[in-house]
Protein backbone atom coordinates (compact mmCIF):
# COMPACT_ATOMS: atom_id res chain seq x y z
CA UNK A 1 0.00 0.00 0.00
CA UNK A 2 1.36 3.04 -1.21
CA UNK A 3 1.60 6.31 1.20
CA UNK A 4 2.71 9.81 1.29
CA UNK A 5 3.01 12.20 4.10
CA UNK A 6 3.43 15.72 3.16
CA UNK A 7 4.91 18.35 5.84
CA UNK A 8 6.33 21.64 6.23
CA UNK A 9 3.84 23.35 5.22
CA UNK A 10 2.38 26.54 7.68
CA UNK A 11 2.07 30.62 8.16
CA UNK A 12 4.51 33.06 6.42
CA UNK A 13 4.62 36.04 5.49
CA UNK A 14 4.91 37.12 1.67
CA UNK A 15 8.44 36.92 0.33
CA UNK A 16 9.17 34.51 2.57
CA UNK A 17 10.41 30.48 2.42
CA UNK A 18 8.95 27.37 3.36
CA UNK A 19 10.21 23.49 2.15
CA UNK A 20 7.77 20.69 1.70
CA UNK A 21 9.03 17.38 2.46
CA UNK A 22 7.07 13.96 1.09
CA UNK A 23 8.39 10.75 2.55
CA UNK A 24 7.18 7.84 0.75
CA UNK A 25 6.35 4.20 1.31
CA UNK A 26 5.34 1.26 -0.07
CA UNK A 27 6.81 1.61 -3.16
CA UNK A 28 10.15 1.65 -4.62
CA UNK A 29 10.68 5.20 -4.64
CA UNK A 30 13.24 5.17 -7.54
CA UNK A 31 11.40 4.04 -9.84
CA UNK A 32 8.50 6.78 -9.96
CA UNK A 33 8.67 10.29 -11.17
CA UNK A 34 7.21 12.24 -9.08
CA UNK A 35 5.11 15.79 -8.64
CA UNK A 36 3.55 18.75 -6.64
CA UNK A 37 0.24 20.03 -7.37
CA UNK A 38 -1.68 22.54 -4.97
CA UNK A 39 -5.64 23.56 -4.68
CA UNK A 40 -6.96 26.75 -3.50
CA UNK A 41 -10.44 26.92 -2.25
CA UNK A 42 -12.71 26.69 -4.94
CA UNK A 43 -10.27 25.93 -7.50
CA UNK A 44 -9.44 23.05 -9.26
CA UNK A 45 -6.06 20.99 -8.34
CA UNK A 46 -3.10 22.73 -10.29
CA UNK A 47 0.23 21.30 -11.20
CA UNK A 48 2.95 22.66 -9.79
CA UNK A 49 6.54 21.00 -10.51
CA UNK A 50 7.65 16.95 -11.34
CA UNK A 51 10.99 15.59 -11.44
CA UNK A 52 12.26 12.78 -13.09
CA UNK A 53 13.77 8.95 -11.56
CA UNK A 54 17.37 10.29 -11.28
CA UNK A 55 16.34 14.70 -10.99
CA UNK A 56 18.02 14.81 -14.48
CA UNK A 57 14.96 16.59 -15.65
CA UNK A 58 12.28 19.08 -13.73
CA UNK A 59 9.29 21.01 -15.09
CA UNK A 60 7.12 23.91 -13.22
CA UNK A 61 4.15 25.28 -13.48
CA UNK A 62 4.54 28.94 -15.04
CA UNK A 63 3.10 30.86 -11.57
CA UNK A 64 5.99 28.74 -9.51
CA UNK A 65 8.99 29.18 -12.15
CA UNK A 66 11.59 30.94 -11.08
CA UNK A 67 11.02 30.63 -7.05
CA UNK A 68 10.22 27.30 -6.36
CA UNK A 69 12.51 24.32 -6.63
CA UNK A 70 11.76 20.14 -6.62
CA UNK A 71 13.67 17.73 -5.70
CA UNK A 72 14.02 14.73 -4.27
CA UNK A 73 16.71 12.09 -2.37
CA UNK A 74 16.16 8.63 -3.26
CA UNK A 75 17.87 6.73 -0.37
CA UNK A 76 15.61 8.67 2.05
CA UNK A 77 12.71 8.10 -0.22
CA UNK A 78 11.40 11.67 0.28
CA UNK A 79 10.37 14.65 -2.25
CA UNK A 80 10.89 18.26 -1.75
CA UNK A 81 9.64 21.77 -2.16
CA UNK A 82 11.54 24.43 -2.07
CA UNK A 83 9.11 27.40 -2.30
CA UNK A 84 11.00 31.32 -2.06
CA UNK A 85 9.61 34.30 -2.42
CA UNK A 86 6.44 33.24 -1.66
CA UNK A 87 3.29 35.70 -2.36
CA UNK A 88 -0.28 35.52 -0.94
CA UNK A 89 -1.71 33.52 -4.35
CA UNK A 90 0.67 30.35 -3.57
CA UNK A 91 -1.91 29.90 -0.72
CA UNK A 92 -3.13 26.50 -1.12
CA UNK A 93 -2.95 22.79 0.03
CA UNK A 94 -0.15 21.31 -1.73
CA UNK A 95 -0.11 17.35 -2.67
CA UNK A 96 2.48 14.98 -3.50
CA UNK A 97 1.90 12.42 -6.09
CA UNK A 98 3.31 9.50 -7.81
CA UNK A 99 3.42 8.58 -11.27
CA UNK A 100 1.11 6.06 -12.14
CA UNK A 101 4.29 4.44 -14.21
CA UNK A 102 7.12 2.72 -13.22
CA UNK A 103 9.94 4.13 -15.18
CA UNK A 104 7.04 6.67 -16.55
CA UNK A 105 7.89 9.88 -18.38
CA UNK A 106 6.85 13.23 -15.85
CA UNK A 107 3.63 14.43 -16.71
CA UNK A 108 1.98 18.44 -15.90
CA UNK A 109 -1.47 15.85 -15.86
CA UNK A 110 -3.25 14.79 -12.61
CA UNK A 111 -4.50 11.59 -13.96
CA UNK A 112 -1.05 10.49 -14.55
CA UNK A 113 -0.62 10.36 -10.43
CA UNK A 114 -2.14 7.02 -9.19
CA UNK A 115 -0.74 7.97 -5.51
CA UNK A 116 -1.65 11.14 -3.42
CA UNK A 117 -0.64 12.06 -0.35
CA UNK A 118 -3.35 14.00 2.52
CA UNK A 119 -1.94 17.43 1.58
CA UNK A 120 -0.70 20.02 4.04
CA UNK A 121 -1.49 23.75 4.31
CA UNK A 122 0.85 26.80 3.22
CA UNK A 123 -0.82 30.01 3.87
CA UNK A 124 0.41 33.05 3.03
CA UNK A 125 -0.24 36.39 4.72
CA UNK A 126 0.09 39.83 2.81
Known amino acids: QVQLVESGGGLVQAGGSLRLSCVASGLTFSDYPMGWFRQAPGKEREFVATITRTSSYTEYGDSVKGRFAISRVNYKNTLYLQMNDLKPEDTAVYYC???????????????????WGQGTQVTVSS
Open 97 to 115: AAHNRRHGLTSRRLAAYAA
